[in-house]
């Protein structure tokens, strides 16, 4: 059975699509079959990324939720052996409007992901910033959501106003899981852009979160110039440098993900 992960945030720039992009190919890398779902309109995940053995064969996920028969055959394969990809496609841009109604369809995602469950043992979602309906969706196709928190004390985005956003996360998945009767749950709080590992400001941070500290994850992602290098030249920084310490940090989370999520 697989296990679907939320990238998540509603805050910009926070870094959902370079951890699940890095979290999915760390995923593979760990030999643990890993489709990773573009639903981000910066499409970075899939049109920006080296990967992709057949970049402009997928007419990706709007025409998939369209059209369920074309799930597996939209899917690409990737140059690593365990990953594949759901690239976001040309008509992206119209997913939220097609969530927007109530007669079912905001559960659409989740019924194609059921069906495709077998083939994986994980499921990664790269959830947009804006797009509520689709992120809604998301929420309710997902087992598990991951939020990562943007640490940079330059982010104009201050940690007060990302908490503020992270807190209304948590009480939408509460109203969610309550309302259907979901098996979501909040895998934790990716802390990432960090420092170097620093007890008095992750202290800060644990009381900033009050009764959030405690789902913050023990793996941390560092402010990395080869998490970013890569990121630009679209491939996860596993396979730009696999020595570097934004590359041993994701197979960290992938690590830690892979027994929390398990035993949870
Ligand atoms: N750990 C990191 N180290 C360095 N740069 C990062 C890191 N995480 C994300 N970034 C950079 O920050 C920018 C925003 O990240 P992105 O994943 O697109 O955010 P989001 O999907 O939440 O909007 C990108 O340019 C990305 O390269
Ligand atoms: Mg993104």
């Known amino acids: ?102 007669d079912g369809h905001v559960f659409q995602l989740r019924d194609r992901i059921k069906a495709a469950a077998a083939d994986f043992d994980y499921i990664i979602i790269d959830a947009p910033s804006t797009m509520p309906n689709l992120s809604k969706s998301i929420l309710l196709a997902a087992d598990w959501a991951l939020i990562p928190l943007n640490t940079d004390v330059r982010f104009p985005v201050r940690l007060p106003a990302q908490l503020s956003e992270i807190k209304k996360l948590f009480s939408q998945i509460i109203m969610l899981r309550d309302q259907f009767q979901l098996r979501l749950k909040v895998a934790g709080i990716l802390l990432n852009k960090c420092e170097q590992r620093d007890d008095v400001s992750e202290k800060i941070l644990k009381e900033a979160l009050n009764i959030l500290g405690e789902f913050i994850l023990s793996s941390r992602v560092p402010d990395s110039g080869e998490v970013r290098d890569a990121f630009a030249v679209g491939k996860p920084v596993g396979v730009h440098d696999v020595m570097s310490f934004g590359a041993m940090a994701y197979l960290d989370l992938a690590v830690e993900l892979i027994g929390k999520l398990k035993t949870s």
């Open 1 to 102: 059975m697989s296990l679907t992960i939320a990238v998540i945030s509603p805050v910009r720039q926070t870094g959902k699509t370079a951890t699940a992009i890095n979290l999915a190919a760390s995923l593979a890398i760990c030999e643990k079959k890993t489709l990773l779902i573009d639903c981000d309109p910066g499409q970075q995940t899939s049109y920006g990324t080296s990967l992709l053995t057949a970049p402009l064969k997928s007419s990706g996920f709007y025409a998939v939720m369209t059209d369920r028969s074309r799930f597996s055959q939209e899917i690409l394969t990737s140059t690593l052996d365990f990953l594949n990809i759901l690239p976001a496609g040309a008509d992206f841009s119209r997913a939220d409007f097609l969530f927007a109604d109530t």
